[in-house]
């Protein structure tokens, strides 16, 4: 079976089957990528200048907004808390320090983040994202914060332009939206080249078995989202200096009955120490 072994109808309580249902469902998604990408070579790669602001962000920026404008409060607030979860126990079974920290965020969108690790201490955060419209939300958000810095632009571009050295950089619900291969190769480096020697790579995502799945297409045949799987990005994080990574699979997307992002967090090393 496609992304692993499903447990048993058994294991699920009363009246509580619809985990199955969305376990099922998430292996379908998969599939039909499989099909668009290996065999029907269907879609394009997304204009990713514009698309975001033309397409997704209709009607405005917030974390509900981040996820598809239809989303609920309650189940986008569901998504967050599940993937905040499993930081805070990788932050804390790791002893890494989040006190007085650099922290650079990348698609900062409606901001979350940000607030995220503010919290946690940092005193200051980079964010980066390639929506005008995300950009002027968390320009006017963050306008008082002397801590909090917010650039427009191309990411990769933008690493080496911003040209400082960070404890954390956090890309979490964004790589996947890197279509082409070379460009997220080139922000992984950027970014390792501009992480302390003590620093970390959070990221969230899928990491399956199966690697280049275009699993999101828009109504105009534009692809806005590829999934690589674990082993892809364990060779490419070495090849770009990493030391290790730790995955962290969020089944929290069976206990809700809504849809949400692919939310499994990996945290790569420059020097685990």
Not at 100 to 112: A, E, K, M
Not at 115 to 143: C, E, R
Not at 194 to 221: P, R, T, W, Y
Request: aromatic letters at 12%; charged letters at 20%; hydrophobic letters at 35%.
């Amino acid at each position: 079976m496609i992304g692993g072994f499903i447990p048993p109808i058994k294991c699920y309580p009363k009246g509580e089957k619809f985990m199955l249902q969305q376990y099922i469902w998430k292996r379908k998604k998969i599939l039909r990528g499989l099909v668009n990408t290996k065999f029907r070579k269907y879609g394009v790669p997304y204009d990713t200048k514009s698309w975001w602001d033309s397409d997704f962000y209709v009607s405005g920026v917030s974390d509900r907004q981040t996820i598809s404008p239809k989303k609920s409060e309650i189940s986008s607030l569901y998504h967050y808390c599940s993937v905040e979860q499993l930081i805070l126990r990788a932050i804390f079974n790791n002893n890494i320090v989040t006190d007085n920290i650099r922290v650079l965020d990348i698609g900062s969108g409606s901001g979350h983040w940000i607030d995220f690790w503010q919290k946690l201490g940092a005193f200051s955060i980079d964010g980066i994202d390639i929506s005008q419209s995300s950009v002027d939300y968390l320009t006017s958000k963050y306008s008082s914060n002397k801590a909090i810095e917010i650039h427009h632009g191309h990411a990769a571009n933008l690493i080496r332009t911003i040209n400082r050295s960070y404890s954390v950089v956090n890309a979490i619900g964004v790589m996947f939206h890197i279509i082409d291969d070379q460009d997220w190769s080139d922000t992984i480096l950027a970014i390792s080249d501009q992480l302390d020697s003590q620093g970390i790579f959070v990221i969230g995502g899928h990491f399956g078995l199966l690697d280049n799945i275009d699993v999101q297409i828009d109504q105009n045949g534009h692809i806005n989202k590829r999934l690589r799987s674990k082993r892809h990005w364990e060779r490419k994080l070495r090849e770009c200096g990493f030391s290790t990574s730790q995955l962290y699979r969020n089944n929290a997307y069976l206990s809700i009955r809504d849809t949400l992002p692919e939310n499994s967090i990996l945290i790569a090393y420059k020097d685990m120490g």
